[in-house]
């Protein structure tokens, strides 16, 4: 199963993580955070939070910000043993930020729970990416939104990693052009409100759509 490929794959690289792909984080979770549009008064949930990176960001700009991160690796999110920070001890002080040890496709928490739900540069990594979209819509609060950044197939290099990655790394699963990606949005009810294509570097061609349940 991915699922368990990918917490023993992330539990492996916690301790580098945040230095091995220092530019790549701070480049697309700042760009992240500039597209989402959060209000300082959102509950926010961040599926797939690493060590926490994004929600670091968030709070520069409003230090009260609600938040919960999830992600499937307890190493990622444990405090380090080797001098690096990772996600609890980061947010030690900010009490109204914790992170739970838990499954995109089985999200702990009740319907309607959050405003707004993040999740960076780990749709490629899904099982069943419907699966995890129909937990979003649950948990998703009926005025809420999804926003999803990702890896975009439409980008030639990006074509390749995909072809390149399901041969020789077991823990990835698939990333999606634009059109295919909004398509499966729409399959679990989705209506995309904004999207765009951006290419960081010579290699990193992602997409990102912010959509909400259809009425």
């Not at 690796?73 to 914790?98: H, I, R």
């Not at 499954?103 to 099982?127: E, K």
């Not at 390149?164 to 949005?185: M, R």
């Not at 765009?196 to 909400?212: D, Q």
């Amino acid at each position: 199963m991915t699922e368990t490929t990918v917490r023993k794959q992330y539990n492996q690289l916690a301790a580098v993580y945040d230095l091995r792909w220092r530019n790549y984080i701070v480049n697309t979770l700042s760009f992240l955070k500039t597209w989402v549009e959060i209000s300082p008064t959102d509950t926010v949930l961040d599926i797939a939070c690493g060590t926490g990176e994004f929600e670091r960001l968030l709070l520069t700009e409003y230090s009260s910000q609600q938040i919960v991160g999830i992600d499937i690796s307890e190493e990622m999110l444990a405090m380090s043993t080797t001098g690096y920070a990772y996600a609890k001890l980061k947010f030690s002080a900010y009490p109204q930020v914790s992170f739970q040890t838990a499954s995109a496709s089985r999200l702990p928490f009740g319907s309607n729970s959050f405003d707004v739900i993040v999740s960076a540069n780990s749709f490629h990594y899904f099982d069943e990416p419907l699966v995890v979209l129909k937990e979003m819509r649950r948990v998703l609060k009926a005025d809420g939104k999804v926003i999803i950044l990702d890896w975009c197939k439409d980008y030639l290099v990006c074509k390749i990693c995909d072809l390149v990655l399901k041969v020789f790394d077991p823990a990835y699963k698939q990333c999606y052009t634009q059109n295919q990606f909004h398509y499966l949005l729409n399959d679990e009810n989705f209506m995309v409100c904004r999207a765009t294509k951006i290419r960081f570097g010579v290699v990193w061609g992602l997409m990102v759509a912010t959509a909400k349940v259809k009425t």
